[in-house]
C-alpha cells in the first residue's frame, strides 16, 4: 500500500509517540514539513475515500479553480479543509494551508477539544460554527483560513480524510498557491491574526 498518511502514522507508532495528542500534532508538524509529498498523493491515496455527501466538522481535500482567480490577490488551488457550513451553491471551510504550521499547530489543538468522540472513529466530527470560531480568542488563527468554495468550481473527486489522519494531513506541504508563495500568504494571514 503507498499511503503517505499511514506511512507518516506507522513512523510515529515506531518512535512511540502517542497519537491524537498535543504531542503528536507537534512531532507531525516537525516531520512531515520535511516531505516532499505532492497533492496527487493526498488525493489518491489509499487512505482516503471518496465523499458520497460532506459533513460539516469533518476533513476533507479536492483540487479547486476559483470564479474569481484573475482578481484574487492569491489562492489556494489544493485545499484541505474542514467544513464549517453549508452556502448556497457552495460550502465554507477552514483551509488550514493559508496558516504558518506553527500557528495551524495551534489552531488544531484548540479544534480538537471539540470532538464529537473521545477517540478518532469514522463518526468523529468537530463540533464547530462560524459563530462559536469567531467569537472565542481561542481560535483566532481560524480567520484567514475561513474560506467559501463553491461545488461548481471544485475540479476534481473531493475526498474525506479520516478522522485518524487529520494531524497528518493538516501538515503535509501539499498547498498549491497561486500568485504568492506559502510564506507571503503565510506572512500576510499572521497580519490578519
Same mark, same amino acid.
Given at each position: 500500500?503507498?499511503?503517505?498518511?499511514?506511512?507518516?502514522?506507522?513512523?510515529?507508532?515506531?518512535?512511540?509517540?502517542?497519537?491524537?495528542?498535543?504531542?503528536?500534532?507537534?512531532?507531525?508538524? %516537525?516531520?512531515?514539513?520535511?516531505?516532499?509529498?505532492?497533492?496527487?498523493?493526498?488525493?489518491?491515496?489509499?487512505?482516503?475515500?471518496?465523499?458520497?455527501?460532506?459533513?460539516?466538522?469533518?476533513?476533507?481535500?479536492?483540487?479547486?479553480?476559483?470564479?474569481?482567480?484573475?482578481?484574487?490577490?492569491?489562492?489556494?488551488?489544493?485545499?484541505?479543509?474542514?467544513?464549517?457550513?453549508?452556502?448556497?451553491?457552495?460550502?465554507?471551510?477552514?483551509?488550514?494551508?493559508?496558516?504558518?504550521?506553527?500557528?495551524?499547530?495551534?489552531?488544531?489543538?484548540?479544534? %480538537?477539544?471539540?470532538?464529537?468522540?473521545?477517540?478518532?472513529?469514522?463518526?468523529?466530527?468537530?463540533?464547530?460554527?462560524?459563530?462559536?470560531?469567531?467569537?472565542?480568542?481561542?481560535?483566532?488563527?481560524?480567520?484567514?483560513?475561513?474560506?467559501?468554495?463553491?461545488?461548481?468550481?471544485?475540479?476534481?473527486?473531493?475526498?474525506?480524510?479520516?478522522?485518524?489522519?487529520?494531524?497528518?494531513?493538516?501538515?503535509?506541504?501539499?498547498?498549491?498557491?497561486?500568485?504568492?508563495?506559502?510564506?507571503?500568504?503565510? %506572512?500576510?494571514?499572521?497580519?490578519?491574526?
Amino acid at each position: 500500500m503507498n499511503s503517505v498518511l499511514l506511512r507518516y502514522k506507522e513512523k510515529a507508532i515506531e518512535k512511540k509517540i502517542p497519537l491524537t495528542t498535543n504531542e503528536s500534532i507537534r512531532w507531525f508538524q %516537525r516531520v512531515i514539513r520535511k516531505t516532499t509529498a505532492k497533492h496527487s498523493s493526498l488525493l489518491n491515496d489509499p487512505a482516503v475515500s471518496v465523499a458520497t455527501q460532506l459533513k460539516i466538522g469533518s476533513m476533507y481535500t479536492y483540487v479547486y479553480d476559483p470564479k474569481h482567480k484573475l482578481t484574487l490577490p492569491y489562492y489556494d488551488v489544493f485545499p484541505v479543509i474542514i467544513l464549517v457550513d453549508y452556502a448556497e451553491n457552495g460550502f465554507y471551510g477552514l483551509n488550514l494551508h493559508y496558516i504558518q504550521p506553527s500557528l495551524r499547530t495551534k489552531l488544531f489543538s484548540a479544534l %480538537r477539544e471539540n470532538l464529537t468522540t473521545k477517540k478518532y472513529g469514522p463518526k468523529t466530527r468537530l463540533r464547530l460554527t462560524y459563530n462559536m470560531l469567531s467569537a472565542s480568542s481561542r481560535y483566532k488563527e481560524f480567520a484567514p483560513s475561513f474560506k467559501r468554495y463553491l461545488y461548481d468550481h471544485v475540479a476534481s473527486k473531493v475526498v474525506e480524510i479520516n478522522p485518524s489522519e487529520w494531524e497528518i494531513a493538516i501538515h503535509l506541504p501539499v498547498e498549491g498557491f497561486m500568485k504568492e508563495t506559502a510564506k507571503t500568504v503565510w %506572512r500576510k494571514s499572521k497580519g490578519k491574526i
